[in-house]
């Protein structure tokens, strides 16, 4: 694998998490002073942290974690390693995290960390000291009580069992529900690892059916192959769906009879990328997203599909399994073409679904079967799919302004009952 990675969108995601809490404040007839209140996060912590490379060396990483709301509960949200990440990004992701918990009705405020590290290029025993150095700067503002981080882009269980060991440590005793998304041994859920991508195909598939698409006659593409879209394409291809695409950061595949799943994931295991698949063709990595096929699933970055490249999607249903990939000039000319775009407080809500179930089992030391965690997330799922489409049917609004009014009218209307406004 020769390919150099897939440069990412130069768009602040923060604009557009702005524009589209201005439209939803808009829907409500929200005063002015309290969608300032919701356009700024309550918290926001940078660190710089230090690292002594294997080779005795010296490097130093900044972090961020931004709390962006607290009104119905603990702050919760992921944390991101990439070289991308910057703070207004960690600020839209903090502010959709609001909105997600808010939508699903999981008694969370909203937040979202990032280091802005490649993890690709550093040893595991590196990324335990960035990890251990960058949890003990950010350690007054987290616990289970306060805000309780999860994984995202570039971080995995391993990283939650080394943060919740050393906020455990701090504390004396083992805190296990200060991280969701941990190691199932060292108290983590069952079904928490796949939870993003069932809930994002339970949606899809309820999407596809709302527009007449049975599952055997439907076409996918996913763009990215990470812990959310590689489970979503092969949960789409259990269900009866051709994929016919994948992408990573390094290229992406196409097999227009649909990909053989099983053979895929075995040919990532042992390469580290989709790229050079036998059993498909090579295709350019933006050329995905305007594949003529029924389902699109952005399951990779912020700010993908643009002004730029909205006006050639062919997919009929785009369902985000990514949080941001749509700016709002995309949004705009994709309903133009009769594009159905699912947003990402709704798609993609099943992780943080099982991370509130994780919470709560640790926090009473009782453990759920996966059975029932996934029958708890679809009955959640489908029910804020249903709720969503009958607001947005009623209002006559998109569905991303439909979500993000109901999740912004139960958030300030909390922050109202607490009486911290007017
Ligand atoms: N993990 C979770 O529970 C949740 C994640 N999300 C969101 O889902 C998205 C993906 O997260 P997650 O799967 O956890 O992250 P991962 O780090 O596990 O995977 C990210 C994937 O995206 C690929 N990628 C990165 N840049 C590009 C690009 N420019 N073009 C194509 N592919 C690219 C990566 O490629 P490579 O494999 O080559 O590195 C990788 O396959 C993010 O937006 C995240 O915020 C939302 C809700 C929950
Ligand atoms: O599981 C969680 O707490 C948060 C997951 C996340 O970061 C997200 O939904 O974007």
Request: net charge negative.
């Amino acid at each position: 694998m020769t390919m150099a990675p897939a440069a990412t969108t130069t768009a602040n995601p923060l604009d557009d998490a702005r524009a589209q809490l201005a439209e939803a404040v808009e829907v409500l007839g929200l005063p002015e002073g309290l969608h300032r209140m919701l356009a700024t996060p309550r918290r926001e912590v940078t660190v710089s942290i230090p690292l002594r490379r294997d080779d005795g060396s010296q490097d130093l990483f900044i972090g961020h974690r931004v709390q962006h709301n607290f009104s119905r509960g603990p702050a919760k949200g992921g944390i991101r390693y990439s070289p991308h990440v910057d703070l207004d990004e960690v600020r839209a992701l903090a502010m959709w995290m609001t909105w997600k918990c808010a939508l699903l009705d999981v008694p969370y405020g909203g937040a979202k960390g990032g280091v802005r590290i490649d993890p690709r290029h550093y040893s595991s025993a590196e990324l335990e000291r960035v990890t251990r150095r960058f949890t003990s700067e950010i350690l007054p503002v987290i616990g289970p009580a306060h805000d309780i981080p999860a994984p995202d882009i570039g971080t995995d269980e391993q990283t939650m069992a080394w943060m919740m060991d050393t906020y455990s440590v701090a504390s004396g005793y083992t805190v296990p529900g200060v991280v969701t998304g941990k190691p199932v041994s060292l108290g983590g859920s069952l079904g928490r690892a796949t939870s993003t991508s069932r809930g994002v195909v339970d949606v899809a598939l309820a999407a596809l059916d709302s527009k007449g698409l049975k599952p055997a006659t439907t076409t996918a593409a996913v763009q990215g192959f990470g812990k959310v879209g590689r489970g979503a394409a092969r949960f789409l291809a259990e269900a009866g769906v051709r994929v016919r695409a994948v992408s990573d950061q390094y290229g992406a595949v196409i097999n227009t009879a649909g990909l053989d799943m099983p053979a895929l994931e075995r040919h990532v295991d042992a390469t580290g990328s989709v790229v050079d698949f036998a059993g498909a063709e090579p295709l350019d990595g933006d050329a995905l997203l305007e594949l003529d096929v029924d389902l699109l699933v952005p399951a990779a970055v912020e700010g993908v599909l643009t002004a730029e490249n909205a006006p050639r999607v062919r997919a009929r249903l785009v369902v985000e399994g990514a949080n941001g990939p749509t700016t709002p000039e995309a949004d705009a000319i994709m309903a133009g073409n009769d594009v159905l775009v699912v947003p990402d407080i709704l798609a993609n809500a099943g992780g943080v679904v099982v991370s509130y179930f994780e919470w709560v089992q640790a926090n009473q030391a009782y453990w759920w079967t996966e059975a029932e965690v996934e029958a708890r997330l679809k009955e959640r799922m489908l029910g804020a799919w249903e709720a969503v489409s009958a607001y947005a049917a009623e209002k006559e609004l998109s569905l991303r302004t439909a979500a993000t009014a109901m999740a912004v009218e139960r958030v300030a209307s909390a922050h109202t009952l607490r009486g911290l406004y007017p």
